[in-house]
């Protein structure tokens, strides 16, 4: 199957459209490397995300507790409602590398939400110049209007067979 990959960047921080946030919503910063791998798990699974499938419990330890990763999940009203891995690059880059809702609660206007909130912290990392991502044609059809919204612009589209 031919795969279209989207890389966008904001540059600056006077660019970012903040979605509004409902009360009740919230991103709490967690610790665990089982829980890097549940959500990668349950969000990737209709995403097709394939990278990480094999891995073992070493290898999402080593991934989720280095000091450059930042893992948040998001809540809205005590329930959970996705996640978002930030990494601190070089050069003054943050990577949201991995990001998003579980099924259950896609469509409920909670990811403009979440990635506001995303990136909010990716901003507060020291030393951030610039916040980028990839996404792909598998990815949620909205993903890449949600990143756009947001304030983020595209600067590199690749194809590529899976």
Not at 36 to 46: D, F, K, L, Q, T
Not at 54 to 81: H, I, K, M, N, Y
Not at 133 to 144: F, G
Request: hydrophobic letters at 40%; aromatic letters at 12%.
């Amino acid at each position: 199957m031919k795969s279209t990959v989207s890389h966008l960047e904001m540059i600056s921080r006077e660019v970012f459209l903040p979605a509004e946030i409902p009360t009740g919503f919230q991103l709490k910063r967690v610790d665990d490397p089982g829980i890097n791998e549940r959500y990668y798990r349950a969000v990737g699974e209709a995403c097709e995300w394939t990278d990480r499938l094999e891995w073992l419990a070493g290898d999402w330890s080593s991934w989720a507790q280095r000091g450059a990763l930042e893992t948040w999940l998001a809540f809205f009203d005590d329930a959970e409602v996705g996640y978002v891995e930030l990494e601190k690059q070089k050069e003054g880059n943050v990577e949201i590398v991995y990001f998003g809702l579980l099924p259950q609660m896609i469509g409920r206007g909670l990811g403009g939400a979440m990635l506001t909130e995303a990136v909010l912290r990716a901003w507060e990392i020291e030393g951030t110049q610039r916040i980028w991502l990839h996404t792909c044609t598998e990815d949620h059809p909205h993903a890449i209007l949600n990143y756009e919204k947001r304030g983020f612009r595209l600067f590199q589209t690749k194809g590529n067979l899976r």
